[in-house]
């Protein structure tokens, strides 16, 4: 019974975790989806935006995507020791990426929209779950040989 129930929540947080890709226009402020759509390959400047707005959106997705994975990880690997190093993990990536956006947002060239482009990815999409779960798993196969 307790499998079943942890499945059903991770299958949630899977669901949850598709519905804010979805529903990314509707729920955050960023110009820079249509940009990166198209406008990137010939606009040699970003689109007119908000930069605070763009900021603090771009924060509250990351944090929003970082919870969710967080608990994921946590209900699958069933282990609340791996809480700070998550949180620490998640931390340090989201000062280092915060930066690195806001920097390349401030001194922005054509040059950086590759750069941009990834920095940005990782910023508001969930891809540091798609590292961690084989990261969790070996460290579990690791600790039992």
Do not use: G
Not at 55 to 60: R, S
Not at 63 to 92: G, H, P, Q
Not at 117 to 132: K, V
């Amino acid at each position: 019974m307790r499998k079943a129930v942890v499945l059903l929540v991770c299958f949630i947080l899977i669901i949850a975790l598709v519905c804010i890709r979805i529903f990314e226009n509707e729920l955050f402020y960023d110009p820079l989806i249509l940009f990166f759509k198209s406008a990137y390959l010939y606009e040699t400047a970003l689109p007119k935006l908000d930069f605070l707005k763009l900021i603090i959106h771009a924060m509250i997705r990351f944090w929003l995507n970082a919870a969710i994975s967080i608990i994921f990880i946590l209900l699958l690997f069933r282990n609340r020791e791996n809480f700070k190093i998550l949180l620490l993990i998640y931390a340090v990536v989201f000062v280092v990426l915060l930066t690195a956006f806001i920097l390349v947002l401030k001194n922005y060239s054509i040059d950086l929209n590759l750069l941009l482009f990834y920095i940005r990815r990782f910023l508001i999409q969930p891809m540091l779950l798609l590292i961690l779960i084989p990261a969790f798993y070996y460290q579990r196969l690791k600790s039992k040989a």
